[in-house]
C-alpha cells in the first residue's frame, strides 16, 4: 500500500511541471507539444495532406493544401481546426491526436472527421476527409505488418520512379550527392528488393568523372559515403570502388584535431562550437571509414582511429555532442547517438576487437530508443537527425530487448503516421524546414531497418567484405565498459518500479529543460534514478540529492561497486554541467564530509578505477579546501599529462583550486603554465586561459605570479606548434588567445608581440598573419610613444610587406587588401578606398516600395526573408538605365523603417521606407576615370537584396544580416566590366524584416574604388 501511494504522488508531484500554464490536462510525454504563447510549425497532417500550423492559445490553422491530395478542396487557408473523429484537441497534445486519428482511420474506413470554425467565433462544423485504408498494425511492426509492408512498397515505388523526385536528387547534377539522394537511394536498397539497385547503380554512375568535383562538404560525402559502400556491398559493382576511394581520402585530409571534421571545406574554424568540428555530419565520415575497410578500400589507420576513438569515448557518458566536448546532458540527442550506433555495428564485425564496440552498439541504440521524450528535437535543423535515424538505431534492441523495442514503436506510430504523405512518400512530421521527402527517406528506413539488408542495419556480411581488426579496448580500461551497460543498476529494483522515462525525465530535467522543485520528489525516487540506465536522469537524481542535503546518500554512492553510480554521486556533488563541465551550485567546501573526501582520495589512489570516475574525482578535489587539495598534489599530477583532454582538463581545475592559497599557487603555477603550454586542443585550453586569467587578475600583471603567466602566454606565441596544411588553424587559434591577453594586460608588449610572430611567418597561414597585423595595427595607439615609432615600422616593413608578398603568391582577398591599407595608414593617412561619384551621403535616391501579392505573400513569423516577388507590368525594367522613376519618392540613404540595431549600434535613417516590405530604390553617380585595380560594394542591409549597374545584376545576397553595419563585397572582373565613365546607374531591390511583427528595414549602397600605387606604393613594389 505504501507503495502505491508513494507512485501516485510522484503522478501528482509531475503534474505540477506539465500543467502549470493552465492548459494541458494530461502528463507531457514529448517535448514537441505546443506552448500557449508561441507559435508552432506542424506542417502536414500525414496522408490528408493538411499543412497546418499553431498560434498562440494553441490554435490549429489550416495554412494550405498538397496539391491532388484528398482534403484538396476542402479547406481554406486560415480555418481553424479544434478537433478530430470526436475528440476535442483542447488540453491534450494536438499532435498526437492527429496522429493517432490517421491511425486509426487507416486501420477501419478511412474517414478523417475534422472539426473546423471559419473563425474564432464561429461554431465548428464537420468537414471528411477520406484518405486511404492501409490497415492496421501488427503488435510486432514493423515486421510481421501487412501495414508496414504496404509502406514500403508505396515510398519504394515513389523513390524509384517518381519522376520529380528522380529529377531533382538523381539525374540532375546540379543537385546531385546531396543527403536526400543519399538517404533514398539508402532507403531503396534497404527493403531488400532487387528491382531497385539499378537507381541506386544510375545515382552513382551520374557522379561526375573527375572526382575532384565531388568536393569537401562533410553531411554529403558522408552519407554517400555509406549508400556507396552499401551498394558496393550488395552488388559487387566495382564501378563505385573509386568514388568510395576518394570519401576516404577526403576524410583524411580535411580531419581536424585527429578525430573529427566540420560542417564543409577544408579550413578549421574553433570558435565555431568550441572546437570547429561537427558530429552531426562526421558521424557519417566515421560510418563511411568503417564500411571502406569492409570494402576492401585504401583507409587511412590514424585517420580511422582518430575518429573511431573519439565517438566511442562519448558512448556511456551523457549523448554524442556537436563537437569535441564532453557529452551533452539532453535525454536525446538530434540522432547523434542513433549516427554513432550505426558507425558502431560496423565496427563491431571486426575479426578482431569488437565485443567493445558491439557493447557500445547495444548502449547507443538504448539511448536513442529511450529519448522518445526528445522526438525530433534538436540545434539547427530542428531534429532532422533524430528523425533520420530514430528507426535505424532503434532496431537494434530488437536483438537484445525486443519487448522495449516494441513498446516503444507502438507507441510512436502516430508520429510516423504523421510522417507519410499522400504521394505514398515519407516526410518528417514536426520538423516543417526538412518535413520533405528526400530528409523523409531517411524516416521511412525505420520501416526497413528490421529487414536487415543494410550493413548498418545488421545485414550478414556480404561476400565481397574482407576482414579486418580494431584494437580491443580503444579508450579507458575494464572499469569503463561498465557505462556501456543497457541496465539500470543494482540499487534501482530496491526503491520500485521502473517509471516510463518521459517521468523521471520531467521530473529531474536535464541540461536544456527545468527540473521539478526537488523538494517536492522523495528520496526514495532519487534513489532509484541515481542509478538509472541513463546518464543523464542519473545525474541529474544526484543534483537532486544534493540540492535536498542528502549528503549521506551521495557517501554511500561514492562507494558503491558500479563505476555509473560513484561517478553519478560525483556528478551530484560538482553540479556536472555536461559540455561545460562544473556546475554553478556545487558542494561548498564545508559541505564534504570526511567519508566524501576520503572516497575521492581513493578513486584517485585507485589504479583500476575507471578514467571516468577519475574525471569526476579530479573535478571534485578542485572544490575542497586548498589545503587537502595541495595534500593530494601526488595524485593529481599524473593526470595532468593524461592523453584524455578531459582527465586532462579536470586535473587543471583541481590544480586551480590549490592556486586559490597564497602559499600553494607558486607550487601549482609551474605545472599549470606547462599545460597551457602543450595543450593541444581548443576545448580545454580556452578553459586553462579563462582559469589564469582569473588568477592573473588576483594578482595583477606586475606581480611575480603575474609575470610568469605572462611569460608564458609569450613562450606560447613563440612555440605553440602549428601544423602545417589544413590543420594549422588549431595552433593558430592558441596563440591567438595567448596574444589577445598579452595585448589587454600589457599594451607595452605590442613590439616584443611584433618580433615574436614576424619569427613564425613561415608556419603562420594568411588569415592569421592578417588577424594578428589588425591587431597589432590597433594596439599601437595604446603601445608607449617610446615603442611606437619602432613598432610601426616594423608592422610597416615587415609585416605589410609579408602580405604584399603573400598577395603576390595567393592573389588578393578583401581581408588581405584591408590589413595591408591599415598597415600602410601607419605611414599614409589616405591611403584606402576612394568611394567613386563624391560623397554617397549626399546623393539622392528614388525609390518605391511595392507589397508581395498572391502566393508570394510570407508570414512575419518567417525570417529568411528575401526572395523574388511578381512586380506590376509597369516596373518590369525598374532596373534598367532609361526607366522613368520621376514619379517615385526622393531622398538620401540610408532608407529605413523601424529600429534596426543591436548592441546599441544603429545607422540613422534618411528617408523614410514606408509601410511595404520590399524597395526599389535607384540613382546615378559620376566616374570620372576606370583606373582603379581594385572595385567593391559597401552595403547596409538587414536582409537580402540585389545589387543592379547599368541595368546588369552584379551582386545578391538571399541570408538575412541581422546586425547593422556596412558589408563589404570585393567586385569580380565581370562585374566590373558594366562600370564606365561618365554617369552610371546603381539600382537595389532590397528586402526587409518583421521583429515581433515591427516593420524593420534598411538599405545604402555605395562603390569604391582602389588603386594598388595607394597601399602598395610604387609600381615594382
Aim: glycine share 10%.
Amino acid at each position: 500500500m505504501k507503495k502505491r501511494l508513494v507512485l501516485v504522488f510522484l503522478f501528482a508531484a509531475s503534474a505540477v511541471l506539465v500543467f502549470a500554464d493552465g492548459y494541458y490536462s494530461e502528463a507531457q510525454v514529448y517535448q514537441s507539444r505546443p506552448r500557449v504563447d508561441r507559435e508552432m510549425p506542424l506542417d502536414c497532417i500525414g496522408a490528408t495532406g493538411i499543412k497546418a500550423r499553431f498560434y498562440p492559445g494553441v490554435v490549429l490553422k489550416v495554412e494550405g493544401i498538397i496539391p491532388g491530395a484528398p482534403a484538396e478542396g476542402k479547406f481554406k487557408a486560415g480555418q481553424i481546426i479544434t478537433g478530430v473523429n470526436g475528440v476535442e484537441l483542447k488540453g491534450i497534445n494536438p499532435i498526437v491526436a492527429l496522429g493517432k486519428a490517421l491511425t486509426a482511420a487507416e486501420a477501419s474506413d478511412g474517414k478523417m472527421v475534422f472539426h473546423v470554425k471559419d473563425d474564432a467565433t464561429a461554431v465548428a462544423r464537420h468537414v471528411t476527409v477520406n484518405i486511404p485504408v492501409v490497415g492496421t498494425y501488427s503488435t510486432t511492426w514493423p515486421i510481421q505488418c501487412d501495414k508496414s509492408k504496404a509502406i514500403i512498397a508505396q515510398a519504394a515505388e515513389y523513390y524509384a520512379k517518381n519522376p520529380e523526385f528522380r529529377k531533382k536528387y538523381f539525374n540532375d547534377k546540379s543537385e546531385n550527392g546531396g543527403v536526400p539522394s543519399a538517404l533514398a537511394c539508402l532507403f531503396l536498397l534497404s527493403t531488400g528488393d532487387d528491382q531497385y539497385v539499378p537507381v541506386v547503380k544510375e545515382y552513382f554512375a551520374n557522379f561526375p568523372k573527375d572526382l575532384s568535383k565531388i568536393g569537401d562538404h562533410t553531411w554529403n560525402n558522408g552519407y554517400n559515403g555509406i549508400a556507396c559502400a552499401e551498394y558496393y556491398l550488395r552488388t559487387g559493382d566495382k564501378a563505385v570502388l573509386p568514388i568510395l576511394q576518394y570519401y576516404c581520402d577526403n576524410a583524411k585530409e580535411r580531419q581536424y584535431f585527429g578525430c573529427g571534421w566540420q560542417h564543409w571545406g577544408r579550413g578549421i574554424h574553433p570558435r565555431y562550437v568550441a572546437g570547429g568540428l561537427m558530429n552531426p555530419a562526421g558521424a557519417q565520415v566515421l560510418t563511411t571509414l568503417l564500411l571502406g575497410k569492409v570494402c576492401g578500400v585504401n583507409v587511412d589507420d590514424d585517420t580511422l582511429l582518430g575518429a573511431l576513438k573519439f565517438w566511442y569515448r562519448f558512448v556511456g557518458h551523457g549523448t554524442v555532442p556537436y563537437g569535441d566536448h564532453r557529452g551533452e546532458g539532453g535525454l536525446g540527442s538530434n540522432g547523434k547517438d542513433g549516427m554513432s550506433a550505426a558507425a558502431m555495428r560496423i565496427a563491431a564485425r571486426a575479426k578482431h576487437g569488437a565485443a567493445n564496440y558491439e557493447r557500445a552498439m547495444k548502449h547507443l541504440s538504448m539511448a536513442t530508443l529511450t529519448s522518445y521524450p526528445s522526438l525530433v528535437r534538436g540545434h539547427a535543423d530542428e531534429g532532422r537527425g533524430d528523425g533520420i535515424w530514430r528507426g535505424v538505431a532503434s532496431a537494434i534492441m530488437l536483438d537484445y530487448k525486443p519487448k522495449a523495442y516494441h513498446a516503444v514503436m507502438n507507441d510512436l506510430r502516430w508520429w510516423y503516421d504523421l510522417s507519410r504523405r499522400p504521394s505514398g512518400a515519407v516526410g518528417m512530421a514536426t520538423n516543417p524546414r526538412f518535413d520533405d521527402e528526400g530528409s523523409g527517406a531517411g524516416v521511412a528506413l525505420a520501416y526497413t531497418a528490421p529487414l536487415k539488408a543494410l550493413q548498418i542495419t545488421g545485414a550478414p556480411r556480404s561476400r565481397y567484405a574482407v576482414d579486418f581488426d580494431l584494437p580491443t579496448l580503444i579508450w579507458g580500461n575494464e572499469a569503463d565498459l561498465a557505462f556501456l551497460s543497457i541496465e539500470n543498476g543494482k540499487g534501482f529494483r530496491k526503491q520500485g518500479k521502473e517509471d516510463p522515462i518521459h517521468i523521471p525525465f520531467f521530473r529531474y530535467g536535464s541540461a536544456y529543460s527545468k527540473a521539478e522543485a526537488f523538494s517536492q520528489v522523495p528520496r526514495e525516487d532519487m534513489l532509484k534514478n541515481v542509478c538509472h540506465k541513463r546518464y543523464v536522469i542519473r545525474a541529474q537524481a544526484a543534483k537532486a540529492l544534493r540540492e535536498v542535503g542528502a549528503f549521506d546518500e551521495l557517501t554511500k554512492l561514492l562507494d558503491d561497486g558500479d563505476p555509473r553510480m560513484r561517478r553519478a554521486a560525483l556528478d551530484g556533488m560538482i553540479d556536472y554541467r555536461y559540455w561545460f563541465h562544473l556546475g554553478k551550485q556545487p558542494m561548498k567546501p564545508e559541505q564534504f564530509t570526511p567519508g566524501m573526501i576520503e572516497s575521492v582520495t581513493q578513486m584517485l589512489k585507485d589504479r583500476k578505477e575507471s578514467l571516468y570516475v577519475i574525471d569526476g574525482a579530479l573535478s571534485a578535489m578542485s572544490l575542497l579546501p586548498p589545503g587537502i587539495i595541495g595534500e593530494n598534489l601526488g595524485l593529481i599530477m599524473p593526470w595532468t599529462k593524461h592523453e584524455e583532454w578531459w582527465l586532462r582538463q579536470s586535473a587543471f581545475v583541481a590544480l586551480a583550486g590549490a592556486a586559490g592559497d597564497e602559499a600553494l599557487v607558486e607550487k601549482v603555477l609551474p605545472t599549470m603554465l606547462e599545460m597551457l603550454m602543450v595543450e593541444d586542443h581548443t576545448m580545454p585550453r580556452d578553459g586553462m586561459v579563462n582559469k589564469l586569467n582569473r588568477i592573473l587578475q588576483k594578482h595583477k600583471a606586475t606581480s611575480p605570479v603575474g609575470q610568469q603567466i605572462l611569460a608564458a602566454h609569450m613562450k606560447a606565441v613563440r612555440m605553440r606548434e602549428i601544423i602545417p596544411g589544413t590543420r594549422a588553424g588549431e595552433g593558430e587559434w592558441d596563440v591567438q588567445k595567448s596574444v589577445e591577453v598579452l595585448l589587454k594586460e600589457t599594451p607595452g608588449r605590442a613590439l616584443e608581440l611584433a618580433e615574436a610572430t614576424k619569427e613564425r611567418f613561415g608556419v603562420f597561414s594568411t588569415e592569421w598573419v592578417v588577424t594578428l597585423a589588425n591587431g597589432l595595427a590597433a594596439a599601437s595607439a595604446k603601445a608607449p610613444s617610446e615603442q611606437r615609432e619602432d613598432l610601426d615600422a616594423l608592422l610597416y616593413d615587415d609585416f605589410r610587406q609579408e602580405l604584399i608578398e603573400r598577395m603576390k603568391d595567393e592573389g588578393s582577398n578583401l581581408g588581405l587588401i584591408d590589413a595591408i591599407i591599415a598597415l600602410t595608414a601607419l605611414r599614409d593617412a589616405e591611403a584606402g578606398w576612394h568611394a567613386l561619384g563624391g560623397m554617397h551621403s549626399d546623393r539622392v535616391w528614388r525609390f518605391v516600395t511595392v507589397e508581395p501579392q498572391g502566393d508570394d505573400i510570407l508570414h512575419h513569423r518567417e525570417k529568411k526573408r528575401f526572395r523574388a516577388v511578381a512586380l506590376p507590368d509597369a516596373m518590369k525594367r525598374w532596373y534598367a538605365p532609361g526607366f522613368d522613376d520621376s514619379k517615385w519618392k526622393e531622398g538620401q540613404a540610408p532608407i529605413g523603417v523601424g529600429d534596426f540595431q543591436k548592441r546599441n549600434v544603429t545607422f540613422k535613417s534618411e528617408s523614410d521606407w514606408g509601410d511595404d516590405e520590399f524597395l526599389l530604390a535607384r540613382t546615378t553617380f559620376d566616374v570620372a576615370s576606370l583606373d582603379f585595380d581594385f572595385y567593391r560594394i559597401s552595403v547596409l542591409a538587414n536582409q537580402g537584396f540585389d545589387l543592379y549597374l547599368n541595368g546588369k545584376k552584379i551582386e545578391t545576397y538571399v541570408w538575412w544580416k541581422n546586425d547593422p553595419h556596412y558589408r563589404k563585397l570585393m567586385l569580380s572582373p565581370g562585374e566590373v566590366k558594366h562600370l564606365k565613365k561618365g554617369t552610371n546607374h546603381l539600382a537595389v531591390f532590397a528586402g526587409s524584416d518583421y521583429v515581433k511583427d515591427v516593420h524593420v528595414g534598411q538599405i545604402d549602397v555605395y562603390l569604391e574604388g582602389l588603386k594598388k600605387s595607394d597601399f602598395l606604393g610604387s609600381p615594382t613594389q
